[in-house]
Structure formats: C-alpha cells, structure tokens
C-alpha cells in the first residue's frame, strides 16, 4: 500500500513578516534550512520511493535536503504551488484590508472556498489544481 507523505517547506526569509507569499519565489532563511535538515534527519529511518515539489525554491530546497537522505532526485512540478494570492502577494492583512476593502468585507463575510483573491485564485481552484496532480 502506497503512503503520501505531505511536507510544508522551512522558513523562508519573509515568513517571520506576516504577509501573504502564496507563489512568490523566496528562499529558506538559515532556521528553515536547519528545519529541512532536521526533518531529514528524523525521516532516514522512512521508507520514501519518490519525492515531488512545486518549483518555488523555498519547496525545492526542503524536498532536495529530505531527498539527499534517501539518494534521490526532486521531481519538480509547478501544479504543486501554494495558493496565487494575486494581487495580495506580499502584503499583510492591514494593508489588504485598505486596499481592497469590498474583498476583505466579502472574505470576512463569506468565508467561501470559492472567492478568488483578485488576480489569483480561489481555494478551490487551487484544491483541484494540486488533486490534479495527486
């Protein structure tokens, strides 16, 4: 029987500044790759077959340091992003809320998996984006 095991990525530089990076392309800070490394270290003893990141390199970069535990090679697949955030990439709630104020009443109100964030997607875009590929 087949087992998936799901990883999120280490800390990237810009996680400790509270903002939305759903693809934007940033790098692990020194903690996350230690975290990588760490989680390296307690998978060893696991029995992994194949290992497939999304192509943002903060993903790459953790699957590469599990990978290299095991002598394998990271498969590479951009279906496997995190969310597109649009037009909310890199900005905190604060200024999500000043700058897009209809939505952010709407996302409040609403709570739906089926709201886009302007420019991106929605949540269940991204579900079947990333089901697609499972």
């Not at 800390?11 to 230690?34: C, F, I, M, P």
């Not at 943002?56 to 699957?63: E, G, N, P, S, V």
């Not at 990271?74 to 905190?92: P, Q, S």
Request: charged share 25%.
């Amino acid at each position: 029987m087949s087992r998936l095991l799901l990883v999120r990525h280490g800390e990237t530089e810009r996680n400790s500044a509270e903002r939305y990076w759903g693809q934007s392309d940033v790098k692990l800070s020194a903690l996350g790759v230690r975290q990588a490394e760490r989680l390296r270290d307690r998978l060893a003893a696991q029995k992994i077959d194949v290992v497939y990141s999304s192509d943002l390199q903060r993903a790459w970069a953790t699957a590469k340091t599990i990978a290299s535990g095991h002598q394998l090679e990271v498969i590479t697949c951009a279906e496997l992003r995190e969310i597109n955030f649009g037009k909310l990439e890199g900005l905190n709630f604060e200024e999500i809320s000043q700058l897009f104020p209809e939505f952010t009443a709407k996302w409040k109100a609403q709570r739906s998996t089926n709201i886009e964030f302007p420019g991106g997607e929605s949540l269940n875009e991204l579900n079947n984006r990333v089901s697609n590929f499972v």
